[in-house]
C-alpha cells in the first residue's frame, strides 16, 4: 500500500517571502500522479499543483512550483512571494495510474499548516 | 458553474441516531467519491461511484454506514446508528471520470459532530 509523509506539521513564512513544503512517499510502482492541495478556514478543498511521475520536469503553477525526485521519493511544494491568501493546511497527495480505467483512490499525508506572517 | 454541492453544512445529532448527508456533484461528471476527515486519522476515501454504481466501498468503516447514488444528481451517505466516534468532516467529490488525470473537485464539506 502507498503511504504519503508530511513531516512538518506547522510551517510559517513571511509575507512575500519564499517558503518549502516537505512530502515524501512510498510506493513500489512507477507510474502515479502526486497533487498538491489546499484546505483554506473555509474547509474546500483546493487543487494547487500536480505532477505526473513519467513526466521529467517540475510542475509549475504561477508562484507554485515541485521538485520532485523521483529516485528519492519525494516532492516538494515552494510557495513563492508568499501571501496572506496562501495561509491554509496543505495537503500532499498521491494517485496510482495502476488502475486507469477503473479508478483508484487518493492517498493523502498528514497535511502541514502554513502560517504567513505580515 | 456552482461546484459541488453538500448539505446540510453542520450537522449535531444525539448518539444512536440516523445522519443523513447530501451531495449534489457537478453538472456532467460521471464519477462521485465520498471522504472523510478527522484529526487521527486524516482525510480517508469512504466510498466511491462511477455513472452512479459503486465501484469501491473498502474504505466505509463498518455496517453502520451505506452511500446511495439514485441518479446522476444526487448521493447521500447515511450513518444508523451514529457513534460519537463518527464525529468528523465528510467531504463529496466529482469528477469528469475515473481516469487519473481527471480532477477531483470537492464540496465545501459536512462536519458532523455525535454528542
Known amino acids: 500500500a502507498q503511504t504519503v509523509t508530511q513531516s512538518q506539521p506547522e510551517m510559517s513564512v513571511q509575507e512575500a517571502e519564499t517558503v518549502t513544503l516537505s512530502c515524501t512517499y512510498d510506493t513500489s510502482e512507477s507510474d502515479y500522479y502526486l497533487f498538491w492541495y489546499k484546505q483554506p478556514p473555509s474547509r474546500q478543498m483546493i487543487l494547487v499543483i500536480r505532477q505526473e511521475a513519467y513526466k521529467q520536469q517540475n510542475a509549475t503553477e504561477n508562484r507554485f512550483s515541485v521538485n520532485f525526485q523521483k529516485a528519492a521519493k519525494s516532492f516538494s511544494l515552494k510557495i513563492s512571494d508568499s501571501q496572506l491568501g496562501d495561509a491554509a493546511m496543505y495537503f500532499c497527495?498521491?494517485?496510482?495510474?495502476?488502475?486507469?480505467?477503473?479508478?483508484?483512490?487518493?492517498?493523502f499525508g498528514e497535511g502541514t499548516q502554513l502560517t504567513v506572517n505580515p | 458553474d456552482a461546484g459541488v454541492i453538500q448539505s446540510p453544512r453542520h450537522e449535531v445529532t444525539e448518539m444512536g441516531q440516523e445522519v443523513t448527508l447530501r451531495c449534489k456533484p457537478i453538472s456532467g461528471h460521471n464519477s462521485l467519491f465520498w471522504y472523510r476527515q478527522t484529526m487521527m486519522r486524516g482525510l480517508e476515501l469512504l466510498i466511491y461511484?462511477?455513472?452512479?454504481?459503486?465501484?469501491?466501498d473498502s474504505g466505509m468503516p463498518e455496517d453502520r454506514f451505506s452511500a446511495k447514488m439514485p441518479n446522476a444528481s444526487f448521493s447521500t451517505l447515511k450513518i444508523q446508528p451514529s457513534e460519537p466516534r463518527d464525529s468528523a468532516v465528510y467531504f463529496c467529490?466529482?469528477?469528469?471520470?475515473?481516469?487519473?488525470?481527471?480532477?477531483?473537485?470537492f464540496g465545501p464539506g459536512t462536519r458532523l459532530t455525535v454528542t
Open positions: 467529490a466529482s469528477s469528469l471520470g475515473l481516469l487519473t488525470s481527471y480532477e477531483q473537485y
Open positions: 461511484f462511477n455513472n452512479n454504481v459503486p465501484i469501491d
Open positions: 497527495a498521491y494517485r496510482s495510474r495502476r488502475e486507469e480505467t477503473s479508478g483508484s483512490r487518493l492517498t
